[in-house]
């Protein structure tokens, strides 16, 4: 289960995704997300499956590997889809057991919201997978740098991304030896209640928490030793630049976006 989690995980591969400018990638992750919300309908449906499945197979990274993802979120969907099943009101009565009715319309909410949570973490997995960490926090400083005028940390919320996107995988690593660790001692984190379960979970939490916050500490000592100072002054080693293929991604981009509203309007 530890291991299914690929948020935060770079899949090295040549294609036209890999190459795109990081702020292209955050802004077509954020349009991406808009779009899910906004459209209505099977049409409007139709068009995101096509527009992700087209970003996939761009991407080059293996189908197998994005749905990986969603094993340790399941749990979520589930209710997700049960909760919005069962209190969606509607006219259109299917079955009724008391105070409890399942609609057409519940039926159709909660069928369209499992396709948005599902869409979302695999649409938005694309762009780390895609996207190294440093190129990631290049493009959203880039991207924020406006924002400077009115005296926002921009380069330090960068830094904080870019240590919080590291640390995602090297935590999963420490959580599957500290559970195999704790195994070993006759620990059980599978059966028994869910009260049993969660109490199981304290001899993972904490050691889990000590070694974060000694990494975290051992990181922080290494940057004051090198003399780290951000913001004003510091230099790229590759500075980002628009290409021609950038362009042309953000003109997808927005016929994608007009092409969701439209179908919203219809």
Request: proline share 4%; aromatic share 10%; with cysteine.
């Amino acid at each position: 289960m530890i291991r299914d989690i690929t948020i935060g995980q770079y899949y090295p591969a040549d294609s036209v995704i890999h190459r795109l400018d990081p702020r292209v990638k955050l802004m077509g992750a954020l349009l991406y997300m808009v779009s899910l919300f906004l459209f209505q309908g099977l049409a409007g449906l139709l068009l995101i499956t096509v527009f992700l499945a087209a970003c996939i197979g761009l991407s080059k990274v293996p189908l197998s590997y994005m749905v990986r993802g969603l094993r340790a979120i399941v749990a979520l969907l589930v209710f997700t889809s049960v909760f919005h099943l069962f209190l969606t009101p509607g006219e259109h009565v299917l079955f009724r057991f008391g105070i409890v009715s399942i609609t057409m319309e519940g039926v159709a909410n909660a069928v369209f919201m499992l396709f948005r949570l599902i869409y979302l973490i695999v649409g938005t997995s694309i762009m780390t997978l895609a996207t190294t960490p440093n190129a990631l926090t290049d493009g959203l400083e880039k991207a924020l740098r406006p924002l400077e005028k009115i005296r926002v940390p921009v380069h330090a919320i960068a830094m904080m991304m870019s240590i919080a996107l590291r640390f995602i995988p090297i935590l999963i690593e420490e959580v599957d030896l500290i559970m195999k660790a704790q195994m070993a001692r006759g620990a059980d984190f599978e059966n028994g209640s869910l009260i049993k379960r969660v109490k199981n979970m304290i001899p993972l939490l904490v050691p889990l928490f000590v070694s974060a916050f000694r990494r975290a500490d051992d990181l922080a000592m290494a940057m004051e030793a090198r003399c780290y100072v951000g913001g004003a002054g510091r230099t790229k080693m590759k500075p980002l630049r628009y290409a021609k293929r950038d362009y042309v991604a953000y003109l997808i981009l927005a016929a994608y976006l007009a092409g969701v509203i439209a179908l919203r309007a219809v």
